[in-house]
């Protein structure tokens, strides 16, 4: 038996289906994956930024959703400081590449701006990160992070 087979049975033995926890993490998982794959170090074009523009909004909306279940006492504080985590890693590492990558001279002011803006996403989510049991945080993180990710 493959390393492969063996870990899909545990998944499987898991009860992924009854767990949204790990489901969630699984999902995570798998975003973290296409976001490194779409990110090719090369020069940053209108295409590119769009599509990181988008990644910004979609990792702030899902730390904004995050964050309402945290100020509603609907996830443990355990979930939320390592969820907070994983999306302050992905905003901090898009921050990272946005701000060192090279981009078309046409847009180069506006793709700077969004690395200053993923980075202030990371800075968000570090605070809910670092107080998840507080509702009135969780409360203040879900409305900068809805107004940030243009969240409806």
């Known amino acids: ?4 087979s063996g870990a899909f049975r545990w998944f499987a033995s898991a009860g992924a289906g009854t767990c949204p926890v790990l489901l969630l993490r699984v999902l995570v998982l798998a975003g973290c994956l296409a976001v490194v794959a779409g990110c090719n170090g090369g020069t940053v074009d209108r295409h590119a930024l769009t599509n990181d523009a988008a990644t910004i909004d979609s990792i702030a909306c899902e730390g904004a959703l995050l964050a309402h279940n945290g100020a509603a006492g609907k996830t443990t504080a355990y979930y939320a400081r390592e ?17 060192r990558r090279p ?14 803006l993923a980075a ?24 900068r992070l809805a107004k940030l990710g243009g969240c409806a």
């Open 1 to 4: 038996m493959s390393r492969a």
């Open 83 to 99: 969820q907070a985590e994983e999306l302050r890693i992905q905003a901090s590492n898009l921050a990272d590449a946005l701000a």
């Open 103 to 116: 981009a078309l001279a046409s847009i180069e002011a506006r793709v700077r701006a969004k690395a200053r």
């Open 120 to 143: 202030r996403l990371a800075a968000i989510l570090q605070q809910l990160h670092d107080h998840p049991s507080d509702r009135d945080v969780a409360r203040a993180v879900e409305t």
